[in-house]
């Protein structure tokens, strides 16, 4: 079956650190990968997305991430928190074929403290 | 301009009564999606539309029927209401229905039911 793990419900870091919030999808065959963010009360934003080529993918507000497609991994990053950043980050997976259906991960909250 | 708008933002109501939730897009999409955010955040496509045709079905109970009047619209009735349908609900729109797409989600439409 076709699944996200985010295996962190929340990641602490203090502003200016770099962050990671980690995400590993189960598909059959090739993935297309979307990291989105959810403020308090918001609705989703999209922060990045892999379909493919190149793989390390940079998005908005300095955030990056890459696909490992051995590690079936597609961990988000950003070199310098902000306390701003606070918030709750969904992975999400689709594949060809999907209808646009998106798979998401449980979720991490991400705590920036100053 | 909201792009994707949801009304009503909250909505609180008693078991076994019917209400709807209604959802606008001003991007010139073709597919919308309803998505439901359990207490836990976790998000669960329900349904998807493309251009007012049903595309994604997923396991919902009956008691939940979406309507597309047109592209622009999506809104969503549910009957006899039950506790376990408490949670946030988000409705998105992606300008097609191809897996690689980015999806533009509104703010949810909170449903408590008492």
């Known amino acids: 079956a076709q699944s996200v793990a985010q295996p962190e419900d929340q990641v602490n870091v203090a502003e200016g650190n770099p962050l990671t919030v980690k995400c590993t999808y189960s598909v059959s065959g090739n993935p297309y990968l979307f990291w989105y963010v959810q403020y308090p009360n918001r609705g989703l934003q999209f922060l990045l997305k892999?379909?493919?080529?190149?793989?390390l993918v940079k998005g908005s507000y300095g955030f990056e991430a890459e696909f490992n497609k051995s590690q079936t991994s597609f961990h988000l990053k950003k070199p310098s928190a902000l306390v701003s950043d606070s918030a709750l980050y969904f992975c999400a997976v689709s594949y060809s074929g999907n209808t646009g259906k998106l798979i998401f991960g449980q979720g991490t909250t991400l705590q920036v403290k100053p | 301009d909201t792009a994707v708008s949801q009304t009503p933002k909250y909505l609180v109501t008693q078991m076994g009564n019917d209400k709807s939730i209604k959802c606008e897009q001003n991007?010139?999409?073709?597919?919308m999606y309803w998505y439901k955010q359990d207490s836990k955040k976790f998000l669960k496509i329900m349904f998807s539309y493309n251009n007012k045709e049903l595309i994604i079905n997923e396991t919902v109970p009956n008691r939940f029927s979406p309507k597309s009047p047109d592209k622009a619209h999506l809104n969503l009735h549910i009957n006899s209401l039950e506790l376990g349908d408490s949670a946030v609900y988000f409705c998105?729109?992606?300008?097609?229905?191809?897996?690689?797409?980015?999806?533009?989600f509104g703010a949810g439409t909170r449903l408590s039911v008492l």
């Open positions: 892999y379909i493919t080529g190149d793989n």
């Open positions: 998105a729109s992606s300008p097609l229905w191809d897996s690689t797409n980015i999806q533009y």
């Open positions: 991007l010139g999409h073709d597919t």
